[in-house]
């Protein structure tokens, strides 16, 4: 009991000094999860075991970090490494594409195809963000549109904060719709043994239904602000020409090739077997290497603040995991559901949805698991109402806050350190309501397709 109470008083600490942004968040983190590792794994709980499990550094050299076959998957207890790792190399080799000029020769692309127009922009790469998420993971995606936007931004002289949040928002909601998207979907996907066309025929539906209401949202919410600090008057002759962008073609080519390795890997990881912590080594191995004598330059550009932001934040949610916390959750809604399908259904996705925007949602999801299976029984229509319930809420549900989802903390870190940092107020401000709409939309659309047929 002890320890549950020091581990859930470390976490809302850490999430008010997160919130007041007095302290930078890495330090945060890492203080709180030091704080974990001594009063929760040391004094209170007595337990090394708690303390390795949560540092998971053994299961780094084991075979299935880096290649899995069959059902079997990347741990998401205590620090994700596998995260931490492919972030990482996916942050090489943005930085390596930047260098050759390949994000400001998309952004000058894209912006001349639209006539140079913020809000028919505004909306593309909102659109953008959902379909690539679909089949590449959505931190690489918002790696990718952060770094165009912030450059377009200057050259058109708008604010780019608008656009990054909205991008955020829909690359989450873009990785609900298949199993590779976003972890949970991942866990979901091999423990129940559901393959990527069947989250695409079920998730991906409701997703594409609550993405034309989330364009129409952003758009009514930003519109004004985009319109206001836009320039009217801007000389279209001294924006560059798209070709002038790339610094050296051979560079370009080069990066362009590393990119699409990389989106066809993502793609068939769960067919290949190569996990994303393989994916993210070798692709930052191949951009270094490419890169000669510039892979030193590429490695000091990387953002280890968000890289330690994510070892610290890894470690306090291992905290309330080992003490059992996330399970009591879990429990706490079969209790109450009662066994009506309506009522599991509403439960599960509205209280993922709420721990999923504090809490990272692969450990939530890893811990859902069994209890919707034990919900369930051999009700196999049941089963998959409660898997596609999980999935939207755990996946949308982090788009509500900047910590509860990786994609979220990669775009606010990159608007920060190119001189747009995102308080939690203005973020939270426009992505919570959005939030709500999503879930409220996906439990009425999972109520009419799945919960009429079910049998209890």
């Not at 009991?1 to 007041?20: D, G, H, K, N």
């Not at 028919?120 to 993971?137: E, G, K, R, W």
């Not at 034309?212 to 952003?218: A, M, P, R």
């Not at 190569?274 to 070798?282: R, S």
Request: charged share 10%; hydrophobic share 55%; with cysteine.
């Amino acid at each position: 009991m002890a320890a549950q109470i020091i581990a859930v008083a470390i976490f809302v600490v850490m999430f008010i000094l997160m919130v007041t942004e007095k302290i930078e968040k890495q330090w945060v983190t890492l203080g709180s999860g030091a704080l974990t590792m001594i009063l929760v794994f040391g004094v209170a709980m007595h337990s090394s075991s708690a303390f390795w499990e949560t540092l998971n550094v053994k299961n780094i050299i084991t075979k299935d970090f880096w290649m899995v076959s069959g059902e079997g998957g990347e741990s998401s207890t205590g620090i994700n490494w596998a995260t931490i790792i492919f972030l990482g190399g996916m942050m090489v080799m943005v930085e390596g594409m930047a260098k050759a000029g390949f994000f400001r020769w998309l952004c000058l692309k894209l912006a001349k195809l639209v006539n140079y127009k913020p809000i028919p922009l505004f909306i593309t790469f909102m659109i953008m963000s959902a379909v690539l998420s679909m089949f590449i993971d959505s931190i690489t995606v918002i790696l990718f549109l952060a770094a165009v936007t912030v450059e377009l931004a200057r050259l058109l002289k708008i604010d780019p904060v608008p656009m990054i949040l909205s991008e955020v928002f829909c690359a989450n909601l873009g990785g609900s719709a298949t199993m590779c998207g976003d972890p949970p979907n991942i866990i979901i996907g091999t423990g129940l043994g559901y393959s990527f066309f069947d989250f695409l025929t079920n998730t991906g539906l409701v997703a594409g239904i609550c993405l034309v209401f989330i364009v129409l949202y952003f758009y009514l919410v930003f519109r004004k602000e985009i319109v206001a600090k836009c320039d009217g008057n801007i000389d279209v002759s001294s924006i560059p020409d798209p070709k002038e962008a790339i610094t050296n073609k051979k560079d370009f080519i080069i990066s362009c090739i590393i990119f699409a390795c990389a989106v066809v890997l993502l793609v068939s990881h769960s067919a290949t077997g190569l996990t994303v912590a393989f994916i993210g080594t070798v692709i930052a191995i191949i951009t270094l290497i490419c890169a000669g004598k510039s892979a030193l330059e590429l490695l000091k550009k990387v953002d280890y603040k968000t890289l330690l932001f994510f070892i610290g934040l890894f470690i306090v949610v291992g905290g309330l995991e080992q003490t059992g916390i996330l399970e009591t959750i879990a429990s706490f809604i079969g209790r109450i559901s009662g066994g009506n399908i309506y009522v599991m259904v509403a439960v599960i996705i509205w209280i993922s949805a709420v721990a999923s925007a504090f809490v990272d949602n692969i450990p939530f999801a890893a811990t859902m698991l069994p209890i919707i299976k034990s919900l369930a029984g051999t009700n196999d229509p049941m089963l998959s109402a409660l898997a596609w319930t999980l999935s939207m809420g755990t996946d949308i549900g982090g788009s509500a806050t900047p910590i509860g989802a990786s994609a979220n903390v990669v775009g606010t870190s990159i608007a920060a350190k190119n001189g747009h940092p995102i308080g939690w107020g203005r973020y939270c401000k426009t992505a919570a309501p959005a939030t709500v709409i999503v879930i409220t939309v996906s439990m009425l659309y999972i109520f009419v397709r799945y919960c009429g047929g079910v049998e209890m």
